[in-house]
C-alpha cells in the first residue's frame, strides 16, 4: 500500500503564504498523477492542482498565480507554494496520487488525511 502524510499546514493571515508538502511511502513502484484537493467545512472536496510525471501542471482557477505545485520523484514528495491566501482559501488540503505498487498492479487511487489550513482576514 501508499501511505501519504501531509505536513505544512497552519494559521496565516490574509496576504501571506505557506507551503505545503505531502510525502509518499509504502510499496511504491511508480507514481503517475499527484494532486492536491480541498474541502471547506459544508462545501464538497475541490480540486487546487495536479502534476503529472511529466511535470504538467494543472490548477483550479480560484489559485491560478497563487498556487504553485511541484514534485521530487526522487524523493515521491508533492509541494504546493501558496501565495496571496485569500480567507476563502481556508480548508483542509488533501494529498492525492495515481500509483502502483508493482509492475503488473493497477493503478489506485490513494489518499492522505489532510492538513488544515487557515487564513484569517
Known amino acids: 500500500q501508499v501511505r501519504l502524510v501531509e505536513s505544512g499546514g497552519g494559521l496565516v493571515q490574509a496576504g501571506g503564504s505557506l507551503r505545503l508538502s505531502c510525502a509518499a511511502s509504502?510499496?511504491?513502484?511508480?507514481?503517475?498523477?499527484m494532486g492536491w484537493y480541498r474541502q471547506a467545512p459544508g462545501k464538497q472536496r475541490e480540486l487546487v492542482a495536479t502534476?503529472?510525471?511529466?511535470?504538467?501542471?494543472n490548477y483550479a482557477d480560484s489559485v491560478k498565480g497563487r498556487f504553485t505545485i511541484s514534485r521530487d520523484n526522487a524523493k515521491n514528495t508533492l509541494y504546493l507554494q501558496m501565495n496571496s491566501l485569500k480567507p476563502e482559501d481556508t480548508a483542509v488540503y488533501l494529498c492525492?496520487?495515481?500509483?502502483?505498487?508493482?509492475?503488473?498492479?493497477?493503478?489506485?487511487?490513494?489518499w492522505g488525511q489532510g492538513t488544515q489550513v487557515t487564513v484569517s482576514s
Open positions: 509504502g510499496s511504491i513502484f511508480s507514481i503517475n498523477r
Open positions: 502534476i503529472t510525471s511529466g511535470d504538467s501542471s
Open positions: 492525492n496520487c495515481h500509483a502502483r505498487i508493482s509492475p503488473s498492479s493497477w493503478i489506485s487511487d490513494y
